[in-house]
């Protein structure tokens, strides 16, 4: 593989480490499936932080600080488990992506249909067609490498994340002072404590999808300055900037849409169009629509490039056919770009085919959960075998407390996503064919995350050759 220019340029700093924390993770599209439970939002929130939130943010910062070479988890799992391992970690990061891109492109083009007419968000020709069109500029965007996505994120993420949250939270400031009606019961700390059961279980495994990307900046170690400096602070500002956006803006939708009619795709905009219609500005919501579908267009971005650029390590080392390896002048890896961007497409067509909506989303969703929580359980058991079989590796960043705080970590990261994982499988109420509802979500599961095992099964030598072969003297 030729070395393309942009390949090694120290381009990001510490600011831009965090906004691509925050493209891939402060998703506002997220928020109406939390807002269906009220002031309890919190808790659920607060659970997602203690279980999965916090730990992936103090084993990223060790792990990306103590392993910066790049390539994210599959560099770390890789030191700890071997090339099988980090193999599997990696690819399971990548695949979830194929099933996860329906979801947000469903969100960004239900969203663009508030700012034409929002009878289009139920029109599945509308729907497909916008996903499409997002779908590929956001792949052409990725082709013109890690600068220039870069740059777009950072301008995306405040503008179609950041500004709608706060404006979201302001509004519901605004209808808390206005005397408006408030549709969930007035706040005691009581309600904070969510109520777990057969029926709201599966929305524990909705915070690792919440939650999910924060080691995403894990793949851009080499573009940092000083990837040991600036990692720990970027994860710190990132988690912060999330938690708060996510939190309030989710009570702000929570305390003005009755939790029965919240749509999971477009309750966003239900919520903006009442408070606008409210205050007598209803022709802000074609505007605000457009900000809201472009902050879905980053949070696609964000996970567009990171994992196809670590399976371009894969395929360079000789573990995937040389195809994985080809990128253009400007380091991306178009192969690997076109694929997941073929794949994602003949997906996306479920949301033309099933009759729900919402069932294509929990379907997908739920594959998304178990796949990625294949990834952090082998992130968080990576944290916790390097501790013990490279204790003398340099980490600029060390989780405190010893291998106490190391086990504390790594224990409630590991708690978290195997019950994520569990629970995952578990279909909502309006779901009446549990069995059909398990085994497309388990079968889609493994047929996302074993391709791995088949690419050592048959690696043939030839595919480094064919790497290295030709372009280096």
């Not at 999910?212 to 900046?217: C, I, N, Q, R, V």
């Given at each position: 593989?030729?070395?393309?220019?942009?390949?090694?340029?120290?381009?990001?700093?510490?600011?831009?480490?965090?906004?691509?924390?925050?493209?891939?993770?402060?998703?506002?599209?997220?928020?109406?499936?939390?807002?269906?439970?009220?002031?309890?939002?919190?808790?659920?929130?607060?659970?997602?932080?203690?279980?999965?939130?916090?730990?992936?943010?103090?084993?990223?910062?060790?792990?990306?600080?103590?392993?910066?070479?790049?390539?994210?988890?599959?560099?770390?799992?890789?030191?700890?488990?071997?090339?099988?391992?980090?193999?599997?970690?990696?690819?399971?990061?990548?695949?979830?992506?194929?099933?996860?891109?329906?979801?947000?492109?469903?969100?960004?083009?239900?969203?663009?249909?508030?700012?034409?007419?929002?009878?289009?968000?139920?029109?599945?020709?509308?729907?497909?067609?916008?996903?499409?069109?997002?779908?590929?500029?956001?792949?052409?965007?990725?082709?013109?490498?890690?600068?220039?996505?870069?740059?777009?994120?950072?301008?995306?993420?405040?503008?179609?994340?950041?500004?709608?949250?706060?404006?979201?939270?302001?509004?519901?400031?605004?209808?808390?002072?206005?005397?408006?009606?408030?549709?969930?019961?007035?706040?005691?700390?009581?309600?904070?404590?969510?109520?777990?059961?057969?029926?709201?279980?599966?929305?524990?495994?909705?915070?690792?999808?919440?939650?999910?990307?924060?080691?995403?900046?894990?793949?851009?170690?080499?573009?940092?300055?000083?990837?040991?400096?600036?990692?720990?602070?970027?994860?710190?500002?990132?988690?912060?900037?999330?938690?708060?956006?996510?939190?309030?803006?989710?009570?702000?939708?929570?305390?003005?849409?009755?939790?029965?009619?919240?749509?999971?795709?477009?309750?966003?905009?239900?919520?903006?169009?009442?408070?606008?219609?409210?205050?007598?500005?209803?022709?802000?919501?074609?505007?605000?629509?457009?900000?809201?579908?472009l902050g879905g267009v980053v949070n696609l971005a964000a996970w567009l490039i990171g994992p196809a650029k670590g399976l371009g390590i894969v395929a360079e080392e000789g573990n995937m056919p040389p195809l994985f390896d080809k990128t253009n002048k400007y380091g991306a890896p178009v192969a690997v770009l076109l694929i997941q961007a073929l794949?994602?497409?003949?997906?996306?067509?479920?949301?033309?085919?099933?009759?729900?909506?919402?069932?294509?989303?929990?379907?997908?969703?739920?594959?998304?959960?178990?796949?990625?929580?294949?990834?952090?359980?082998?992130?968080?058991?990576?944290?916790?075998?390097?501790?013990?079989?490279?204790?003398?590796?340099?980490?600029?960043?060390?989780?405190?407390?010893?291998?106490?705080?190391?086990?504390?970590?790594?224990?409630?990261?590991?708690?978290?996503?195997?019950?994520?994982?569990?629970?995952?499988?578990?279909?909502?109420?309006?779901?009446?064919?549990?069995?059909?509802?398990?085994?497309?979500?388990?079968?889609?599961?493994?047929?996302?995350?074993?391709?791995?095992?088949?690419?050592?099964?048959?690696?043939?030598?030839?595919?480094?050759?064919?790497?290295?072969?030709?372009?280096?003297?």
């Open positions: 593989m030729s070395e393309a220019p942009i390949a090694n340029k120290k381009v990001l700093g510490l600011f831009a480490l965090a906004m691509i924390n925050v493209a891939a993770v402060l998703s506002i599209r997220n928020f109406p499936s939390m807002a269906v439970y009220g002031w309890s939002c919190i808790g659920w929130y607060v659970l997602g932080a203690i279980v999965f939130l916090i730990p992936i943010s103090l084993a990223g910062a060790e792990l990306a600080t103590g392993w910066p070479e790049g390539g994210g988890v599959y560099a770390w799992v890789k030191q700890a488990f071997g090339e099988k391992g980090g193999f599997v970690a990696l690819f399971c990061e990548w695949s979830n992506n194929l099933v996860w891109f329906p979801t947000v492109l469903s969100f960004t083009a239900s969203t663009l249909a508030f700012a034409l007419t929002p009878d289009l968000a139920a029109n599945p020709w509308f729907m497909f067609a916008v996903m499409m069109i997002v779908f590929w500029g956001t792949t052409a965007i990725a082709y013109f490498g890690e600068e220039t996505s870069t740059k777009f994120s950072n301008i995306g993420v405040i503008l179609g994340s950041i500004v709608p949250s706060l404006l979201i939270i302001g509004l519901g400031l605004w209808w808390l002072g206005s005397g408006q009606k408030i549709v969930i019961p007035h706040f005691t700390l009581a309600q904070t404590v969510p109520t777990i059961n057969l029926s709201t279980l599966p929305f524990f495994a909705t915070i690792v999808l919440l939650f999910a990307g924060m080691e995403m900046a894990g793949f851009h170690a080499l573009e940092t300055k000083n990837p040991q400096r600036d990692f720990p602070r970027a994860m710190a500002l990132s988690a912060v900037i999330i938690v708060i956006c996510t939190v309030l803006a989710t009570l702000a939708i929570a305390i003005v849409i009755p939790a029965s009619q919240l749509n999971l795709a477009s309750g966003v905009m239900q919520a903006i169009q009442y408070f606008f219609d409210a205050a007598g500005i209803a022709w802000l919501v074609g505007p605000m629509a457009l900000l809201i579908t794949i994602g497409s003949v997906i996306s067509l479920l949301y033309v085919f099933l009759p729900s909506v919402n069932q294509a989303y929990w379907i997908l969703s739920a594959m998304t959960v178990e796949l990625l929580c294949i990834v952090y359980i082998l992130v968080f058991a990576a944290l916790i075998k390097l501790r013990y079989s490279k204790p003398d590796t340099p980490r600029p960043f060390k989780i405190p407390g010893g291998m106490i705080g190391v086990w504390i970590v790594g224990g409630l990261g590991l708690f978290g996503t195997v019950l994520s994982f569990i629970v995952g499988l578990m279909p909502p109420m309006y779901f009446t064919n549990w069995i059909v509802y398990v085994g497309s979500v388990l079968l889609g599961t493994f047929l996302l995350a074993v391709p791995p095992l088949i690419f050592l099964k048959f690696k043939h030598p030839g595919w480094l050759k064919k790497q290295n072969g030709g372009e280096q003297p």
